[in-house]
């Protein structure tokens, strides 16, 4: 089967979790005898032009001319209209919902896939007039849209809900697939790796946060939190716009390292290995894969109760209220104070996270590909 995925960004180079979700999955089919062909813009978030023609490990990408960036995490980049219409492809995936590309379905009589990625953002997170206009677009076009995919992929159960209780869709019409780590990803790294690296004694608590420094992953509020734990090791990593303002906020404190720049996948899992305690204190995910990618590695997790993090987590972890500082310094504290605890979550998470290898999801991918074949 040829399978062309439309999607705003694509991991290589861009990183964040659809990125990862979409190339993961893009590896999977290959791996199964499937031909994978990206669509994608042809700039990186911060605006960077990216070469038209491409190919990062056997998945062929075709950026198309984008017009103009759609704040963070989208662009309109109309080109691909044509490429879907003159497109040999047996089936197109399109992934984000209320993108200018979820008009694909109107230019091919082939049968097209959305997973929605659950955008239920809460007001704020974006900007004033973008809040505005989904709320237009929603009341207007949302349900007449979203009724011109054969299918609708949801990343969780309360995606599938929010789906029919704000769009009514219909239950038969939404496939439940969550988001995968590859099987390698479920083998434990060493541990003293990244802690010789970064010179952390083997007897020190580490609490680890890893996302994307941007405004919506409430890294702030882990800076406020680590106040109360001098003699905890609070490790911020990852790289987005954030980073400067995230830095401002912590200096003066000694219990807080960051780690930017170039961040492999391995160093990542070298990083969740070390730590003992794993947190998001994310305004909104609509999954959360760095959860997964925690519990592989043994992390006792601790989340938010945004979007789709307490569903991912499930008894697997604890949960504070979101942007709520005392509930999260308790959940906190009951972590760092209670060894047990910790070991039970991380034995959980160990066998939680072998349902969402991405093995299993690619077997439940390609049955939905082929309900809907014509």
Not at 22 to 34: C, E, P
């Given at each position: 089967m040829k399978i062309v995925i439309i999607t705003p960004f694509f991991y290589y180079p861009i990183t964040g979790g659809m990125e990862v979700h979409?190339?993961?999955?893009?590896?999977?089919?290959?791996?199964?005898?499937?031909t994978v062909e990206i669509f994608t813009s042809d700039i990186t978030r911060e605006g960077k032009s990216l070469i038209h023609e491409d190919s990062f490990e056997n998945i062929k990408i075709r950026r198309f001319k984008t017009w103009f960036r759609i704040g963070d995490f989208g662009s309109f980049f109309?080109?691909?209209?044509?490429a879907v219409k003159n497109s040999d492809a047996d089936l197109f995936h399109v992934h984000s919902?209320?993108?200018?590309?979820?008009?694909?379905?109107?230019?091919?009589?082939?049968?097209?896939?959305?997973?929605?990625?659950?955008?239920?953002?809460?007001?704020?997170?974006?900007?004033?007039?973008i809040d505005f206009f989904i709320k237009f677009f929603d009341f207007l076009f949302g349900k007449l849209l979203l009724s011109r995919f054969?299918?609708?992929?949801?990343?969780?159960?309360?995606?599938?809900?929010?789906?029919?209780?704000?769009?009514?869709?219909?239950?038969?019409?939404?496939?439940?697939?969550p988001n995968c780590i590859p099987p390698d990803q479920l083998n434990r790294r060493d541990n003293s790796v990244f802690r010789k690296k970064n010179k952390i004694s083997k007897n020190k608590l580490v609490v680890l946060a890893l996302s994307r420094l941007h405004k919506s992953k409430g890294l702030d509020l882990v800076i406020q939190?680590?106040?109360?734990?001098?003699?905890?090791?609070?490790?911020i990593m990852g790289n987005g716009p954030e980073l400067d303002n995230l830095k401002y906020l912590?200096?003066?404190?000694?219990?807080?390292?960051?780690?930017?720049?170039?961040?492999?996948?391995?160093?990542?899992?070298?990083?969740?290995?070390?730590?003992?305690?794993?947190?998001?204190?994310?305004?909104?995910?609509?999954?959360?894969?760095?959860?997964?990618?925690?519990?592989?590695?043994?992390?006792?997790?601790?989340?938010?109760?945004?979007?789709?993090?307490?569903?991912?987590?499930d008894?697997?972890?604890?949960i504070f209220k979101d942007n709520n500082l005392n509930d999260f310094k308790d959940k906190l504290n009951i972590l760092i104070n209670n060894k047990k605890l910790r070991e039970k979550y991380s034995n959980a998470g160990i066998v939680?996270?072998?349902?969402?290898?991405?093995?299993?999801?690619?077997?439940?991918?390609i049955k939905a590909y082929n309900g809907v074949k014509k």
């Open positions: 979409v190339y993961n999955i893009a590896s999977g089919l290959i791996k199964n005898g499937h109309p080109g691909i209209f044509k919902f209320r993108h200018p590309h979820n008009l694909a379905p109107f230019f091919t009589k082939k049968p097209v896939i959305l997973t929605s990625h659950w955008p239920n953002y809460p007001s704020g997170l974006r900007k004033s007039w054969d299918k609708i992929i949801a990343v969780c159960k309360p995606e599938s809900e929010w789906l029919v209780s704000k769009f009514n869709i219909e239950s038969k019409n939404i496939i439940l697939i939190v680590s106040k109360s734990f001098p003699n905890v090791q609070f490790i912590a200096n003066g404190l000694k219990n807080i390292k960051f780690i930017y720049g170039g961040i492999s996948d391995e160093s990542k899992l070298q990083a969740m290995s070390s730590a003992d305690i794993f947190v998001s204190a994310s305004h909104y995910e609509a999954f959360g894969i760095t959860v997964l990618e925690a519990f592989s590695q043994g992390c006792s997790v601790l989340t938010s109760d945004s979007g789709g993090l307490p569903w991912v987590v008894d697997c972890g604890l939680r996270v072998k349902s969402f290898s991405l093995d299993n999801i690619i077997s439940d991918l």
